[in-house]
């Protein structure tokens, strides 16, 4: 198989021109995270691909930078940046376990991404590193053990063929408690996208 980076550089433009498979289950989302951002806050998002989410984000926040792992995706989301004018919205190129700071953000978020990670629970204990007490983790994860289970053999065939990326398989349960041994607190949780097994959760930093 195929590394991570090689994988999205080499389906970038496919998966940057493809359309959101549940506009309403995004927007419901949006909406959401939305509530939980402030005009004076920070935020960090992890895993942005081509740059849809941080666009519609960074107008509610003063400072908005996203990451992702692939090259190809950031220069996408760079070009779809500069043209609707996201003047306080920065990209960089980034893997999950790179060190983002101690208490540097007011919100950290990483969306349709830690069912990618190769370890998630490394992932969610180095956003709440990141985040300032108070703040909060902000995810959506697929749960392919809630649902979908015919969806696993297919993957296995797709990925060893190179069109799928690895994907960890784990429940909501277990993503709950990834986030509570990270230190953070479950302030809310939804099923935005329940077809899909996408988890939405909200999680605060102890104090």
Request: charged residues 25%.
């Amino acid at each position: 198989m195929i590394g991570a980076e090689t994988f999205w550089d080499s389906v970038a433009e496919r998966y940057a021109a493809r359309k959101t498979p549940d506009p309403a289950a995004y927007d419901a989302t949006l909406e959401r995270v939305a509530a939980h951002l402030g005009p004076d806050h920070k935020v960090l998002e992890l895993g942005c691909g081509p740059g849809t989410t941080p666009i519609r984000l960074s107008p509610l926040v003063a400072q908005y930078e996203a990451t992702d792992i692939s090259g190809a995706l950031l220069t996408i989301a760079r070009r779809r940046a500069r043209e609707a004018g996201a003047a306080n919205l920065t990209f960089r190129q980034a893997r999950l376990e790179d060190d983002f700071g101690e208490d540097a953000y007011d919100s950290v978020l990483a969306f349709n991404l830690l069912h990618l990670a190769a370890d998630p629970a490394a992932a969610l204990r180095n956003m709440a590193r990141s985040v300032r007490p108070g703040g909060h983790v902000i995810t959506k994860s697929g749960c392919l053990k809630d649902g979908q289970r015919w969806l696993r053999p297919v993957l296995w065939v797709l990925q060893r063929l190179g069109k799928a990326p690895d994907v960890h398989i784990m429940s909501s349960v277990e993503l709950d408690a990834m986030h509570e041994a990270a230190g953070l607190k479950i302030v809310e949780t939804g099923w935005y996208s329940r077809k899909a097994g996408a988890r939405f959760v909200v999680a605060r930093k102890s104090r």
